[in-house]
């Protein structure tokens, strides 16, 4: 295919806020008065996943924040820092950037970024509650008996002997009776180089955080999240695990959509909105 040209990137110019080590993280900034919400998106992905659920959201005064975590999309992409737990420290240190850690915000992370935001949640007491979009219970060393055979299965594919028109031609159909921008959001994944297209997340920082995802067992995290947690499935795989987060949170709900797709904030965000506006409604409540 010739005729479909690679998506620019149009919304909001990203804020550039440090972390703890000086890296910059691309922060996509909406005002608003009432409490915030901050977004979070998984593995090798973007922001910009998260913009049709920003803007429901903001819609109703509520600002937000749509993170590119380290190594991501548009943030710096320094050599080390690249792990579940970095992550999660890189959000306390963003909460205290944006000024918002008297606020208690809403966290939400999709896939990857779900067990971030547990995590997150877990470390640092000044957030409000979370949403886990089909991720948070996601350990791979149940899985994989050894690191090596989990990366031999889920290393990215290399992209560089595609020309671009070629990706393009490939990821369109998959989102063509998606919300609009879906396109846009998933090539921001990746980047044009010198004629090729390459994964915004480098390949070793890539292995560096499915590391951690095989090494750390989100279980144990679960009894010192003292917040609401909404936990947002997508499909049906992950029933047993889920419910076993469901019983060991100390607050939790979980909705099931055994046939949205794993991005189901990109596929379905009035969807997600609303069930990040009851999640709010939790946290409102235990603040009485």
């Not at 067990?115 to 997150?120: E, G, M, Q, S």
Request: with cysteine.
């Amino acid at each position: 295919m010739t005729d479909l040209q690679w998506p620019a990137d149009t919304w909001l110019a990203p804020a550039s806020l440090p972390t703890a080590d000086g890296t910059a993280l691309a922060v996509r900034l909406l005002p608003g008065d009432a409490r915030p919400f901050v977004l979070i998106h998984g593995l090798a992905s973007n922001a910009l996943l998260w913009r049709a659920v920003a803007l429901e959201l903001n819609g109703r005064g509520h600002p937000v924040a749509c993170v590119d975590l380290r190594g991501h999309g548009r943030s710096e992409r320094p050599a080390i820092g690249h792990s579940t737990a970095a992550a999660a420290d890189d959000l306390g240190a963003l909460l205290t950037a944006l000024g918002w850690q008297d606020r208690r915000p809403v966290l939400a992370g999709q896939s990857w970024g779900g067990n971030v935001v547990l995590r997150a949640a877990h470390d640092d007491s000044r957030w409000g509650g979370v949403a886990a979009v089909d991720g948070g219970w996601i350990h791979l060393g149940k899985r994989f008996a050894s690191f090596e055979s989990c990366w031999e299965q889920l290393a990215p594919p290399d992209m560089s002997e595609r020309k671009p028109d070629e990706v393009m031609g490939w990821i369109a159909p998959m989102v063509a009776d998606w919300p609009g921008g879906a396109l846009e959001a998933i090539a921001g994944n990746l980047e044009v180089v010198d004629g090729q297209v390459r994964n915004r997340l480098s390949r070793d920082h890539h292995r560096s955080i499915l590391h951690s995802l095989w090494a750390d067992d989100p279980v144990d995290l679960y009894p010192g999240v003292q917040v609401p947690v909404h936990l947002i499935v997508a499909g049906t795989s992950a029933s047993p695990d889920v419910d076993q987060a469901v019983a060991a949170l100390p607050d939790a709900s979980v909705s099931w959509h055994p046939q949205a797709h794993h991005d189901i904030h990109l596929q379905q965000p009035t969807v997600v909105a609303e069930h990040l506006f009851a999640l709010l409604a939790q946290v409102e409540g235990s603040d009485l």
